[in-house]
């Protein structure tokens, strides 16, 4: 088992230090985050830790706020057990619940999606995956192929499923992510979901109705052309995972790409862009 280093860090003001603090450390590695009162808790696994990646909290300047952290090792056989202590069910309206098998059934909403945590990024409490799943909620996913990029748990790859897409491909770098995306998908009883480990090389020369992309901007920018080439016409490119300060150069490099600018929407300092091709 993997040996995580958990940071529980404190931040005043909360916010919007702690998404610009979350964002700084997910660039550096840190896989997972769990808000908390006074903060969040920040997951890594150990061998992958240095002193170096937490600079950003050491470095959080005066005029943003304090910040301080504590450390301490995770055994990996006690991950599950972290994470149901501090994950709460996700209500979005009656639309869909997004929960863990360890809580009980909300049989007033439409949809049901069953999470496993684990260690991968993707419960739903991030302010970006609960943009994308809000906005798959408005759109008709209906027969359509969909790519869920860096899928992570597979929540959103599974929800596109569950709102009556055809085929779903979910694509993840990290083989953690990979496997729990798969349970995941077992787990909720979606056939039509395939989960592959890889890049956007991955993509070769498929063709898909909807990509999906929750990542971070730099990541965002370098694949734009790739995700443009995988778009058929009249499809949807929902991009999140970045700042509301960082729409705009998105939106240039998408634009340069072939893409046409729909509309942003925003949580907090989070931003998703729905593109249209």
């Known amino acids: 088992?993997?040996?995580?280093?958990?940071?529980?860090?404190?931040?005043?003001?909360?916010?919007?230090?702690?998404?610009?603090?979350?964002?700084?450390?997910?660039?550096?590695g840190f896989e997972s985050f769990v808000e908390t009162e006074l903060g969040f808790l920040a997951y890594i696994q150990e061998k992958e830790f240095t002193d170096v990646l937490v600079a950003p909290i050491n470095e959080f300047t005066a005029d943003l706020g304090k910040a301080n952290f504590?450390?301490?090792?995770?055994?990996?056989?006690?991950?599950?057990?972290i994470w149901e202590k501090s994950y709460d069910s996700i209500i979005f309206s009656t639309k869909l619940c997004i929960r863990a098998p360890f809580h009980e059934?909300?049989?007033?909403?439409?949809?049901?999606?069953?999470?496993?945590?684990?260690?991968?990024?993707?419960?739903?409490?991030?302010?970006t995956t609960r943009l994308m799943a809000e906005k798959l909620l408005t759109m008709s996913l209906q027969g359509c192929a969909v790519?869920?990029?860096?899928?992570g748990t597979g929540v959103l790859a599974i929800l596109a499923s569950k709102l009556g897409?055809?085929?779903?491909?979910?694509?993840?770098?990290?083989?953690?992510?990979?496997?729990?995306?798969?349970?995941?998908?077992?787990?909720?009883?979606?056939?039509?979901?395939?989960?592959?480990?890889?890049?956007?090389?991955?993509?070769?020369?498929?063709?898909?109705?909807?990509?999906?992309?929750n990542i971070?901007?730099?990541?965002?920018?370098?694949?734009?052309?790739?995700?443009a080439n995988a778009m058929n016409s009249n499809s949807h490119l929902l991009l999140s995972g970045f700042f509301l300060t960082d729409v705009d150069e998105l939106k240039l490099v998408a634009t340069k790409n072939g893409l046409q600018y729909i509309?942003?929407?925003?949580?907090?300092?989070w931003a998703l862009i729905h593109l249209a091709k």
């Open 70 to 81: 504590s450390m301490k090792i995770i055994p990996g056989q006690n991950w599950n057990a």
């Open 216 to 227: 971070n901007k730099n990541v965002l920018m370098e694949a734009m052309p790739t995700y």
């Open 263 to 269: 509309s942003y929407e925003t949580d907090g300092e």
């Open 165 to 213: 897409a055809s085929h779903v491909i979910g694509i993840d770098i990290e083989s953690n992510a990979v496997n729990n995306a798969f349970e995941n998908a077992s787990r909720n009883n979606v056939v039509d979901v395939s989960i592959e480990q890889g890049t956007e090389v991955q993509i070769r020369d498929r063709k898909f109705d909807f990509v999906l992309a």
């Open 147 to 151: 790519l869920d990029m860096g899928c």
């Open 105 to 127: 059934p909300n049989l007033n909403v439409e949809l049901d999606v069953v999470i496993q945590p684990q260690q991968s990024f993707g419960t739903g409490h991030h302010p």
């Open 1 to 28: 088992m993997v040996n995580y280093i958990e940071l529980d860090v404190h931040v005043s003001p909360k916010q919007p230090g702690s998404d610009l603090l979350i964002s700084e450390l997910a660039e550096n």
